[in-house]
């Protein structure tokens, strides 16, 4: 089992950057998949960006692309989710989650633990 806690998130101005951490505890964190998921209100959770176990394979949602990099420190059981030329639209809160599976799920339903969230605020 592993908890998961993120921080980093803030009010910014379209345009700024954020980056965004997930700090791993209980069973190391290279014994997951790990992503990003955001949900704004009244709005389902969606996908943002995932990395694979050894951090080789990433995906990404088509709204972040070329904005938003997922990267992995395994030695210090970390995620993180550079975030730069933010939107108003990038407004949420960001959930990070770990998946036992093998690659890089891109659904909910796929991951097995969540953190708590923090929120992210874009202003235009």
């Known amino acids: 089992q592993v908890q998961l806690v993120e921080s980093g998130g803030g009010l910014v101005q379209a345009g700024d950057s954020l980056r965004l951490s997930c700090a791993a505890s209980g069973r190391a964190s290279i014994n997951y998949a790990m992503a990003w998921f955001r949900q704004a209100p009244g709005k389902e959770r969606e996908f943002v960006a995932a990395i694979s176990r050894g951090g080789r394979s990433t995906n990404y949602a088509d709204s972040v692309k070329g904005r938003f990099t997922i990267s992995r420190d395994n030695a210090k059981n970390t995620v993180f989710l550079q975030m730069n030329s933010l939107k108003p639209e990038d407004t949420a809160v960001y959930y990070c989650?770990?998946?036992?599976?093998?690659?890089?799920?891109?659904?909910?339903?796929?991951?097995?633990?969540w953190g708590q969230g923090t929120q992210v605020t874009v202003s235009s």
């Open positions: 989650a770990a998946s036992t599976g093998s690659y890089v799920p891109v659904t909910t339903g796929e991951y097995d633990y």
